[in-house]
């Protein structure tokens, strides 16, 4: 999950930025579909939103099988916040805000970091987060190369500038998050739920680990989202960048 995330309503920019040429069509490539096309911004506008590339998860096994298991999830456990199937990642880099429209093809440039060998991970159910206020599918297995690139394209994004330094930088571990306390540090009703929470997953993991598998490679997509923009109630959290850079 990326650090530090929360829901922030998001500055109005101007007309510069919905214009955007070869940068959203960049993207849109990324993303392994069309995208909507608009001019080169202005080097002064930068959205509101804390960035980060990401590799969605809906699709994966472990995405449909947590659409199949989250309304029981959301019934058992009415005291959490289930993630959306829509929401479901792994946070490869997370750029924070301040991010400049006029940096995003560097950003992309050390960010978009996937593994150069296929690799399908083996779950484990844990909590997470600076106050263990998450529950997490933590992936084991990441190729060590592969977790040493994005290690030193952090170093490299955080000497260039281009994203906010935190804790998280020194190392990679690719997770999944399925459950948040509504409080972090959690209360002692948050942590009780978040504890049950684990153990009744972690059986069904062990059940049967083949239905919560993510397996990644060299063409995997890998994605620029944004956190903390307004959203209708019941949308997902996250926004792809290149559909928020488009719209009027």
Same mark, same amino acid.
Request: hydrophobic share 45%.
């Given at each position: 999950m !990326?650090?530090? =995330?929360? %829901? ?9 930025? &919905? ?31 804390? =960035?980060?590339?990401t ?5 994966t ?11 029981? @999830?959301?019934?058992r ?19 924070g805000?301040?991010w400049?429209?006029? *940096? ?8 978009? &970091?996937g593994?150069? /060998?296929?690799?399908s991970?083996r !779950? ?6 600076? %106050? %263990?206020? &998450?529950?997490?599918?933590? =992936? ?9 690139s994005?290690?030193?394209e952090k170093?490299?994004? %955080?000497?260039?500038g281009?994203k ?21 540090p959690? *209360? ?7 504890? /049950?929470?684990?153990?009744w997953? +972690?059986?069904?993991? &062990? ?13 995997? !997509? ?10 209708? !109630?019941g ?6 960048? +290149?559909?928020?850079? @488009?719209r009027p």
């Open positions: !990326p650090g530090g =995330l929360v %829901n922030r309503t998001p500055r109005r920019f101007g007309a510069a930025l &919905v214009a955007a040429v070869g940068l959203v069509a960049a993207l849109g490539a990324c993303a392994g579909r069309p995208r909507p096309v608009a001019a080169a911004p202005t080097a002064e506008v930068s959205p509101a939103g804390a =960035l980060f590339s590799i969605p998860c809906a699709e096994p472990l995405g449909r099988e947590w659409s199949r298991l989250r309304g029981e @999830a959301e019934a456990f009415p005291g959490l916040v289930m993630t959306r199937v829509e929401d479901l990642h792994i946070t490869i880099v997370y750029i805000e301040g400049r429209v006029d *940096d995003l093809e560097r950003i992309r440039a050390h960010s978009l &970091v593994p150069r /060998e296929p690799a991970f !779950p484990e159910v844990v909590r997470f987060g600076r %106050n %263990n206020q &998450v529950v997490v599918v933590e =992936l084991h297995g990441a190729p060590e190369s592969w977790l040493a994005i290690v030193a170093d490299t994004l %955080n000497r260039l281009l906010r330094p935190e804790a998280y930088d020194a190392a990679f571990r690719p997770h999944v998050t399925l459950a948040s306390a509504r409080r972090s959690p *209360d002692s009703a948050d942590a009780s739920a978040l504890g /049950e929470f684990r153990s997953l +972690a059986q069904r993991v &062990v059940a049967d680990e083949g239905r919560f598998t993510v397996t990644v490679g060299p063409d995997t !997509p890998i994605r620029l989202w944004l956190a903390g923009t307004a959203r209708p !109630p949308a997902p959290i996250y926004v792809d960048l +290149a559909e928020f850079l @488009a």
